[in-house]
T-cell receptor
Framework: GAVVSQHPSRVICKSGTSVKIECRSL??????MFWYRQFPKQSLMLMAT?????????EQGVEKDKFLINHASLTLSTLTVTSAHPEDSSFYIC????????????FGPGTRLTVL | AQSVTQPDIHITVSEGASLELRCNYS??????LFWYVQSPGQGLQLLLK??????LVQGIKGFEAEFKRSQSSFNLRKPSVHWSDAAEYFC????????????FGKGTMLLVSP
């Protein structure tokens, strides 16, 4: 149980384009999902917290107009990187918190974004 | 503010030897404590967690961790390491309400030598 998927696993795009990453909780309902960014050989940095049906809460320094988050259902959250630039290249990981068991986050496998 | 320190960036252990990965935290009360493992290019897998009660917690893959309040530590252990354990290990803390975000340590890379 407690499986989280992400799609795509890898994406390469040209500078200036937008990329959408999906995060799904497959066998549980997630009222809260989290988006992290991980640079090579570094820890996870929380970007934003999204709650189903409401606006995401962004961490300090994260541009909300650049990283659009939508959490339209209890099993799906999306992160859209708008007008991507090479410095946005990174490993993006989502996690989801079970609606019924709020004490643990379950992580997706991550999405490797490369912006050329 | 809460923080997590994993003092070892890299650790190399011989296959079959015992392992201990250190984690110290700073928090006003006893937080929720977690250990996650990340294989290269993958997401994080939960190994174990501590919320309350018995200070020695058992996790998956033969791992265990001990919460020591007096030392603000939550060290991860395994009696006999397998080559497949080579990965990055992250310690994390969260507020005991269960509704908070997680703060991660910088991670410890475990290398297993034959």
């Amino acid at each position: 149980g407690a499986v989280v998927s992400q799609h795509p696993s890898r994406v390469i795009c040209k500078s200036g384009t937008s990329v959408k990453i999906e995060c799904r909780s497959l066998d549980f309902q997630a009222t809260t999902m989290f988006w992290y960014r991980q640079f090579p050989k570094q820890s996870l940095m929380l970007m934003a917290t999204s709650n189903e049906g409401s606006k995401a809460t962004y961490e300090q320094g994260v541009e909300k107009d650049k990283f659009l988050i939508n959490h339209a259902s209890l099993t799906l959250s999306t992160l859209t990187v708008t007008s991507a630039h090479p410095e946005d290249s990174s490993f993006y990981i989502c996690s989801a918190r079970d609606r019924l068991r709020t004490d643990t986050q379950y992580f997706g496998p991550g999405t490797r974004l490369t912006v050329l | 503010a809460q923080s997590v320190t994993q003092p070892d960036i890299h650790i190399t252990v011989s296959e079959g030897a015992s392992l201990e990965l250190r984690c110290n935290y700073s928090y006003g009360a006893t937080p929720y404590l977690f250990w996650y493992v990340q294989s290269p290019g993958q997401g994080l897998q939960l190994l174990l967690k501590y919320f309350s009660g018995d200070t020695l917690v058992q996790g998956i893959k033969g791992f265990e961790a001990e919460f020591k309040r007096s030392q603000s530590s939550f060290n991860l252990r395994k009696p006999s390491v397998h080559w497949s354990d080579a990965a990055e290990y992250f310690c994390a803390v969260g507020a005991p309400s269960g509704y908070s975000t997680l703060t991660f340590g910088k991670g410890t890379m475990l290398l297993v030598s034959p």
